[in-house]
Nanobody, 119 residues
Framework: QVQLVESGGGLVQAGGSLRLSCAAS????????MGWDRQAPGKQRELVAT???????NYADSVKGRFTISRDYAKNTVYLQMNSLKPEDTAVYYC?????????????WGQGTQVTVSS
């Protein structure tokens, strides 16, 4: 089992920045990719960014050039630096982790942190 705890959400004006953090605990030795999803009111959950254990990254087109994902492997933490925020970035952001210790991927999500961008 992997536990994920997010922090860093909040209210920010359009054009501002926020940095989300997510600390992993539990069966962390098997974690490969970590990342972030988000879900806005009335919309489906969508992938925001992911980073594998060899630092390969993937971003949603809507955040490319504005958001940056990074990992601190010593702290078992993944970050999401969000710049030039827009009102449409308003959503609950969920930390994600893919654990592959058994050879069969298991997926985990945190409890979510609210990001609200005012216009």
């Amino acid at each position: 089992q992997v536990q994920l705890v997010e922090s860093g959400g909040g209210l920010v004006q359009a054009g501002g920045s926020l940095r989300l953090s997510c600390a992993a605990s539990g069966s962390i030795f098997g974690i490969d990719a970590m990342g972030w999803d988000r879900q806005a009111p009335g919309k489906q959950r969508e992938l925001v960014a992911t980073m594998t254990s060899v630092d390969r990254t993937n971003y949603a087109d809507s955040v490319k050039g504005r958001f940056t994902i990074s990992r601190d492997y010593a702290k078992n933490t993944v970050y999401l630096q969000m710049n030039s925020l827009k009102p449409e970035d308003t959503a609950v952001y969920y930390c994600t982790a893919e654990e592959v210790a058994t050879g069969i991927p298991s997926y985990y999500w945190g409890q979510g942190t609210q990001v609200t961008v005012s216009s």
